[in-house]
């Protein structure tokens, strides 16, 4: 019994992971309904400009957000002014095929520059901390305070989206583009700040990532697959939602796992057929972001 | 006539596609003035809106605003400008409450008469329904915050387009009686209307469009109902 | 005066012709091709026939698939399950894997059609990681590791390497021919009407009464198995299977992708045109693999965002010509009246 517990307690916490995955994905979806193929490697580029800061700063990877955040916000903007706004409009060809064709060449980039080599960051003691829950209940500090900020992350990005001139321009331009404009809004500046905002929080996704396993440029597609089950399972259109579906992706995989190692992916995976053969419209809907 | 127009439309021709829908239009406004424009369906009144607001490419000397052509400038930099635009049917913002739409408005901050306070006090009744999402609002109620959410712009031409559409005549009195109030501020209006009692009564000039063109124009008390209803109708 | 609908037209007349030529030479290329040319020659044709198929699911219907290599790699794990479990021919294995295939394809359709779009197309693709964990777990297939085709069935496909050889590759030949023949079939039937009505407008396609949910449904599981066929082949020839190989997302659905990219989108002639740019690029690019897939994703994207339509799409729009004949026309009397290429269809 306590074994189950401990196994639910570590889903639930890599679960934060995976909302953090999964955050930047509905954001663009739902101010531009653009699904950005290249997401998932995108966090494992953070992972890796959080590397090569880490190593020629001499810094810690904490630290290392500092830098690793604005920049790839910067890249986010740059992105989406240069390439991906022209390939917005009804046809949903372009921004599919560009973005994977991104996805592509970010591997690849990653891989000449980098090859193929598991790499990880270093946090020091922190990665071998515990807390004691309760008898015989542990809880990595790690995985805790990951947790922590994913929560923080989808708080702070509610808060955006509901609370601050900012947000009230992603949900108008999300609504209607001509009259977001009649606003003074210039649509192109719009939606790259959104992917600005997308890409910080994958720049703080990347580096939890690296810190807490090893990563290499080929495991960009599979955060892609677990951001988006998470948006699937947890429902369209809802920030608290997309925690949710992290979270029962989290522990469908731990549950997997724990049975038989060599059924943790497929078990999210089965996890996600369900709940889009038996309620596609996820577990906690709303009818528009 | 000593004065240039505040905004100038010149040899305007506008096209959806292959299809022209303005030949050659002519129009102006001048500084607080209130104009009217009115024809039947698919006169190109419309049109004639969204190309002033930029919606629509135009030419650049076609329309000029302001001492400045502004033909074929982005819609949001003509909005900074100050030219705001009310879309026909309303348009708000379903995502947004009433106050957020008012407040969206108000992302130029220009500075003006107008901010949300002013405007709740010309609109009363949005100060009550401020948190309400703009969807639960009646059609009037709706109409006054999208000219509220033009308003918080502090434009210098508001053109409204079809205000009074789909609304019951005690509603659009209610609208227009507030009009004055707007000119008095300092803000020119273009009233895009197929209700031409109401724009002949609101406006001190009309311009009648059928079919793309300017069929008629004078001042609203020089006007006939014959010669209006003749230049509508293109008999 | 009589009305009737073409589908020829002049250049399609002489594409046709030179198509027929071009067959010819090939069916006979075991006299004059050595080793090597068969094999790379077998290569191009199961490239334009999955190019092919992906093309008639994304650029006709209108379906962004990132995941059928799960038809492919399924395809070939039938036919190694079948040939290593049942003893079963590797040559009839082939369409057997395709009848698999369009069963599986079925429930797959329903639970991946509930999605929409972008979304549709991940789901396809995790689709394709699932069957791809799956295959992993069953160890009397070789597991992670994968397996190879026992010597006893290689040989009896001929006795002799040549022979197999020549086999295999008219197999292969034989393959994109019959998968060229039904799409082009597809596109000539009321079917093909149908999906082109779908791509301009569903909604307007389901005012006439147009199934669309059935039709892309049925295209699905066609494509699914067509895909699954060629699959089979591939993995025959390799002799080796192993679950990253047969699933792999560079080589069956990045590789795809790019070449019906640039080729053109949502023209038969697209892929066929691809397939020869991708080799050509490949022949000079050789052994630079990594800076090779970069290089493709940039062109692809360059592509993608100034000549949609790519190569064979700006042909068409600077000559109008068609090497298949499957332009609808209307004919009065002896004159042309309307055709569709010029409307764009």
Known sequence: ?289 | MSEPPLLAVRHLDAFYGDFQALFDLSVDVQAGEAVAVVGANGAGKSTLLSSIAGLIRTRRDAVTFDGAAIGGTPAHTIAARGIALVPEGRALFPSLTVEENLLIGGQLKRPGYWNLRRVYELFPMLAERAHVPSTALSGGQQQMAAIGRGLMSNPKLLLCDEISLGLAPIVVRDIYVRLPMILAQGTSLMLVEQDVVQALKATQRVYCLQEGRVALAGAAKDLTREAIAAAYFGV | MSVRVAFASRSSHIGMGLCAAALVALAVAPLWGGRDDLQLLSEVYTYVALASLWNLLAGYAGLVSVGQQAYVGLGAYVLFAFAILAGLSPLWAIPLAGIIAAIVAMPVAGLVFRLRGHYFAIGTWIIAEVFRLLASQVSVLGGGSGISLPASLVIAIASSRQWRDFIEYWIALALVVAVLALIVLLLRSRYGLALKAIRDSELAAACNGIDVLRTKVLVYIITAAATAMVGAFIFLQRLRISPDAAFSVNDWTAFVIFITVIGGIGRIEGPIVGTIVFFALRQTLADLDTIYLLTLGVVAILVMLMAPKGIWGLIVESFGWQVFPLERSVILGDRRVVSEQKSGG
Request: charge should be neutral.
């Open chain 1, 1 to 289: 019994m306590i074994d189950w517990i401990n196994v639910i307690l570590q889903g639930v916490l890599v679960g934060g992971l995976y909302a953090m995955f999964a955050a930047g994905l509905s954001l663009i979806f739902g101010v531009m309904r653009l699904v950005n193929i290249a997401h998932g490697d995108l966090i494992v580029l953070a992972a890796y400009v959080a590397l090569v800061t880490t190593e020629t700063l001499g810094v810690g990877p904490l630290t290392s957000l500092a830098f690793v955040v604005p920049l790839m916000a910067v890249i986010g903007y740059a992105l989406q002014r240069l390439v991906l706004n022209r390939t917005l409009g009804e046809d949903l060809l372009p921004p599919l095929l560009v973005t994977f064709g991104l996805s592509v060449i970010i591997q690849n980039g990653l891989l000449a520059v980098f090859t193929a080599d598991s790499r990880k960051l270093q946090a020091g003691d922190i990665e071998v901390a515990t807390i004691r829950v309760f008898e015989g209940v542990y809880v990595g500090l790690l995985p805790l305070l990951q947790f922590a900020v994913a929560v923080a992350v989808i708080a702070a990005l509610q808060f955006v989206f509901y609370r601050t001139a900012l947000g009230r321009a992603f949900r108008a331009t999300a609504d209607s583009q001509s009259v977001a404009q009649l606003m003074g809004l210039d649509n192109r500046h719009v939606f790259a700040l959104a992917m600005a905002l997308s890409l910080a929080v994958v720049a703080i996704a990347g580096v939890f990532l690296a810190v807490r396993a090893n990563f290499d440029p080929a495991i960009g597609p599979a955060r892609l697959i677990f951001g988006f089950e998470a948006v699937i399972i947890g429902g369209l259109g809802s920030l608290w939602g997309t925690l949710a579906g992290g979270l029962v992706l989290g522990v469908a995989q731990a549950i997997g796992a724990h049975i038989n190692p060599g059924w943790q992916l497929l078990a999210g995976h089965m996890a996600f057929l369900v709940i889009l053969a038996v309620r596609p419209e996820g577990l906690f809907p709303k009818v528009r972001l």
